[in-house]
């Protein structure tokens, strides 16, 4: 992917209902544990594939040789795993199940910086990954004078592009359940996005969505390129 594009599909294909499955009874009889809860609210993971079960940050930077398939990933999710395993990735680095709560919601932030290069930091860009798609749940990127969602649909993979500013938000009644990989992939198939850009400034999203709105007017500009060759 280039650096520019805010996401592109990926055409893989999954077992969706039996990830489904495994994802709803990891939620359901609590395998999992609060995820970034300093700027996100209702946001849980369970690692799969990574340091630990409970370990939900980092893995993308360390030792590979601490990297492993969780005992509670093997046990409970073992479609999910088998599938993950079969998938042309080079090195993995973490796999996990990320659930966002009915109301939950993912502050406005970014991951890397504009001029970051895809694999400076050991991984190619997050792969996104829709287990259950809720309506009015959206991953969001936000502009200087517009934002985008990533066009998601259960079943579907992304890569995102967490360099431009972005927020997630489950304004349903159900969970929304996502898996996020961090790997080095051989060849996938891939389609440029089409951009639907909805014009909004930066600065009219929910007022919960922001953790600090001075250091956002300081930097959207650098982090709103002119995207429209993707429109
Ligand atoms: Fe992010």
Known sequence: ????????????????????????????????????????????????????????????????????????????????????????????YRARFMFLEPGGYIKIHHDKEPEEAIGEVVVDDAMNISVTQPNNCYLRQVFKDGYSDVPFKEGSAFFFNNRYFHYAENRSSEIRIHLILHAKWHFLSLRKCKLKFIKQNYLNHGNELYENKERLNDVIENYSPDLSSYY
Request: proline share 5%.
């Open 1 to 92: 992917m280039d650096k520019k594009s805010p996401f592109q599909q990926v055409f893989i294909s999954m077992p969706i209902n039996l990830i489904k499955e495994e994802g709803l009874n990891l939620w359901q009889t609590g395998y999992h544990t609060q995820h970034r809860s300093r700027n996100a609210q209702g946001w849980h993971s369970l690692t799969l594939y990574g340091e630990g079960p409970y370990i939900t940050l980092g893995g993308d930077y360390g030792d590979s040789s601490k990297y492993h398939w969780t005992d509670i990933g093997k046990r409970m999710c073992p479609a999910t795993v088998e599938w993950l395993q079969s998938l042309p990735y080079k090195e993995l």
